[in-house]
T-cell receptor, first 113, second 116 residues
Framework: GNSVTQMEGPVTLSEEAFLTINCTYT??????LFWYVQYPGEGLQLLLK?????DKGSNKGFEATYRKETTSFHLEKGSVQVSDSAVYFC????????????FGQGTELSVKP | GAVVSQHPSRVICKSGTSVKIECRSL??????MFWYRQFPKKSLMLMAT?????????EQGVEKDKFLINHASLTLSTLTVTSAHPEDSSFYIC????????????FGQGTRLTVV
């Protein structure tokens, strides 16, 4: 079946530290991959996406590269800010299988000043 | 980006009553809407998928008679939690897409339901 696995949180970093949140997936088809961010008490916002192998999604200093050989889509940011504190969800979607988003369990990030 | 408005953001209801949650796409046609439930510190669990004008497709284990979904127009879907019980307390989130334009999924702000 299709599934997404993220590293467990919470992840606590100091401001300006380097961030990596690991995400791996299994898929029966050819998925598009996404990172969503959820701030406290809110819905989800799309952070970045990649639709084919070797694509790099980027937004607001965050990056993730679609690695088909390792079935991974790790999220990185070179220098985190306090305002990046949130829960981050990795997700996949296979368009010819109903187009449902399948989410990982979420990783909580806390950035301290 | 496109806006999806979910209402109410918070609701408290008595056990045994029904609660309706609305999800509106404000600036695009939502051909497909999804309803999720999120438990504390947990991922989003897809409850059902609804296509405009059709009956919703429920995920395994979700009671369709308890969680009534209506998607009668291209801008509005509703989730009604019938005969709510404390175990239905949760954070409910909707998302919407325009499949004719192959848009990404846009999410509502979520509704915190507390059943007392």
């Amino acid at each position: 079946g299709n599934s997404v696995t993220q590293m467990e949180g919470p992840v606590t970093l100091s401001e300006e530290a380097f961030l990596t949140i690991n995400c791996t997936y299994t898929a029966t088809g050819y998925p598009s991959l996404f990172w969503y961010v959820q701030y406290p008490g809110e819905g989800l916002q799309l952070l970045l996406k990649a639709t084919k192998a070797d694509d790099k999604g980027s937004n607001k200093g965050f990056e993730a590269t679609y690695r088909k050989e390792t079935t991974s889509f790790h999220l990185e940011k070179g220098s985190v800010q306090v305002s990046d504190s949130a829960v981050y969800f990795c997700a996949l979607k296979i368009y010819n299988q109903g187009g449902k988003l399948i989410f990982g369990q979420g990783t909580e990030l806390s950035v301290k000043p | 980006g496109a806006v999806v408005s979910q209402h109410p953001s918070r609701v408290i209801c008595k056990s045994g009553t029904s609660v309706k949650i609305e999800c509106r796409s404000l600036d695009f046609q939502a051909t497909t809407m999804f309803w999720y439930r999120q438990f504390p510190k947990k991922s989003l669990m897809l409850m059902a998928t609804s296509n405009e004008g059709s009956k919703a497709t429920y995920e395994q284990g979700v009671e369709k008679d308890k969680f009534l979904i209506n998607h009668a127009s291209l801008t509005l879907s509703t989730l009604t939690v019938t005969s709510a019980h404390p175990e239905d307390s949760s954070f409910y989130i909707c998302s919407a897409e325009d499949r004719t334009m192959n848009t990404e999924a846009f999410f509502g702000q979520g509704t915190r339901l507390t059943v007392v």
